[in-house]
């Protein structure tokens, strides 16, 4: 395992409903990632936060609403979501600075939208 | 913009012989990081492989290694010996090197390998 941890692992909800994935890592990083995961393209990178600041907001819809109380956790509020929002979203750690410049990533939250 | 292509959506190699994976980039970066991720099925993203633009020798970890071409912007991944957990996708990423460390990967659509037992 990679030391980031993601759920839950399978969500599946309607447009109209709410809800949040969860991530947490016990790296002792401090920079923290979204992706969109979807068949046959890139991942897309989703939002990025550095020492719980968001440093980057990548044209994301705003039916995403990312939250970083702290270095160790990242969340993704999710609501009225679109079909095409189904996905796997992955999380992502890594160091803030240093040699290091390798991101860890969770084994990600298989979304399905009805 | 930076962009990683890999023309190769699936391959497949018989167990115990060699593959090498194609990646090609377009940077106009002079310093850059490249890497190999691998995802096998229902498992998380890991790091298999990593390149500093800056090094010309090209990187190896056991039966991996790469073939980095500066000047044409290739960066294909051999392995060696191949193994059946060596099914997966594979996915060619891009880094700018910057001051910070959070500067974000660009993926390739990836490359599924399948390993013939």
């Known amino acids: 395992e990679t030391g980031v941890t993601q759920t839950p692992r399978h969500l599946v909800m309607g447009m109209t409903n709410k809800k949040s994935l969860k991530c947490e890592q016990h790296?002792?990083?401090?920079?923290m990632y979204w992706y969109k995961q979807s068949a046959k393209k890139p991942l897309e990178l989703m939002f990025v936060y550095n020492f719980k600041e968001q440093t980057e907001n990548n044209s994301v819809p705003s039916r995403f609403s990312p939250e970083c109380p702290n270095s160790s956790h990242l969340f993704l509020h999710l609501h009225t979501l679109q079909p095409e929002d189904s996905a796997l979203y992955l999380c992502?750690?890594?160091?803030?600075?240093?040699?290091?410049?390798?991101?860890?990533f969770g084994p990600g939250t298989r979304l399905t939208v009805t | 913009a930076q962009t990683v292509t890999q023309s190769q959506p699936e391959m497949s190699v018989q167990e115990a012989e060699t593959v090498t994976l194609s990646c090609t980039y377009d940077?106009?970066?002079?310093?850059?990081?490249l890497f190999w991720y691998k995802q096998p099925p229902s498992r998380q993203m890991i790091l298999v492989i990593r390149?500093?633009?800056?090094?010309?020798q090209n990187a190896t970890e056991n039966r991996f290694s790469v073939n980095f071409q500066k000047a044409a912007k290739s960066f294909s991944l051999k392995i060696s010996d191949s193994q059946l957990g060596d099914a997966a996708m594979y996915f060619c990423?891009?880094?700018?090197?910057?001051?910070?460390?959070?500067?974000?990967?660009?993926f390739g659509t990836g490359t599924r390998l399948t390993i013939i037992p």
């Open positions: 992502a750690s890594s160091r803030e600075r240093g040699d290091s410049y390798e991101q860890y």
């Open positions: 990423a891009y880094r700018r090197v910057a001051n910070i460390g959070n500067e974000k990967l660009t």
């Open positions: 790296l002792g990083h401090n920079a």
């Open positions: 940077t106009s970066e002079s310093d850059y990081y």
């Open positions: 390149q500093e633009a800056y090094k010309q």
